[in-house]
């Protein structure tokens, strides 16, 4: 007959449980066997340990295994004859008294919610779809061609697409503040790493000039405290260097691990890998509608349990 569970709560039960000490001292015997069989001690072989000494050494351990074994099996059994979700790792406390013949023991854990889905005739499933086309794959090697790029020192004024170094000073009523100013700092105009306004400012300027100038901070700027502010930039153009991509060529697709180096095989290899990217975010974005759908349907559910009356 099969024990009553204890309900401590909304998913928080208990359990108890028992073990045969008759089963525990055979199976800890079986294993202390089998472990006299290769044990190593001092003025002994291997195989020939007293078995009074090994059960001195690791009868303990060994009894802390096979107990922790024999109450998992116990455990396993009796929820799945219960057809219990148990949720988590259960925490088992011992309990005293009993008859000798076994060893008894409180499980506490907890199950999964018991979910009760509504009509999904009505839920809407958003299946995500992004194919992958030649500009797709243009867009990619582009990328690519950025990230193997060189730079040349240029003595001209800065442009789209140069890398310039600056120093800069930012200031809010004459007082400098945080994150607002930099030595030696590096950005590409064009990929709009910096505001607007501050690439404007710089883009024409040449080795060694400096300038000042207003910038207006977006009224959503992620420091609160600069929101819709307007600061005054000291800055001082260091370096200017033109970024040079590398041509699309055999030595290009050699250095993707095409070792034949050809173009065309690089690209179906390039737009393999995209596809496969691609299809596992639209396989997670469509389980997440579907999930959300699901929840939808659920929450209408609980709604309905709600509307009902209270038992008199």
Request: net charge neutral.
């Amino acid at each position: 007959m099969l024990q009553e569970v204890e309900n401590l709560g909304a998913l928080q039960r208990r359990l108890d449980i028992s073990v045969s000490a008759e089963s525990l001292a055979k199976e800890v015997s079986l294993r202390l066997t089998k472990l006299a069989r290769s044990v190593k001690m001092p003025g002994f072989r291997p195989g020939k340990v007293p078995m009074k000494m090994i059960a001195s050494s690791y009868g303990p351990q060994v009894q802390a295994e096979v107990l922790n074994d024999k109450i998992g099996e116990a455990f396993n059994a009796e929820v799945s004859a219960r057809q219990l979700r148990v949720a988590g790792t259960p925490t088992v406390a011992p309990k005293t008294g009993g008859d000798g013949a076994r060893l008894t023991f409180s499980a506490t854990f907890e199950v999964y919610p018991e979910i009760t889905i509504g009509d999904l005739g009505a839920a809407a499933v958003d299946k995500a779809v992004c194919p992958v086309g030649e500009a797709e794959v243009d867009k990619t090697i582009e990328i690519m061609r950025r990230q193997r790029a060189t730079l040349h020192d240029v003595d001209r004024a800065a442009g789209e697409g140069d890398r310039v170094t600056v120093d800069y000073r930012g200031s809010v009523d004459g007082v400098a503040f945080d994150g607002g100013s930099s030595s030696d700092f590096p950005f590409v105009i064009g990929q709009g790493r910096m505001l607007p306004e501050f690439e404007a400012a710089v883009r024409g300027m040449s080795r060694g000039d400096s300038k000042t100038f207003p910038l207006t901070f977006p009224a959503d700027y992620r420091a609160a405290e600069l929101a819709g502010r307007t600061a005054s930039f000291d800055v001082t153009l260091k370096k200017v260097e033109q970024v040079e991509l590398p041509a699309v060529d055999a030595a290009f697709a050699r250095q993707l691990g095409v070792g034949d180096g050809d173009v065309a095989r690089m690209r179906e290899e390039v737009r393999g890998n995209l596809q496969r990217e691609v299809q596992s975010r639209l396989r997670a974005r469509t389980k997440d509608s579907v999930m959300s759908a699901l929840l939808g349907t659920w929450t209408r559910t609980a709604s309905a349990w709600r509307t009902w009356p209270e038992p008199t």
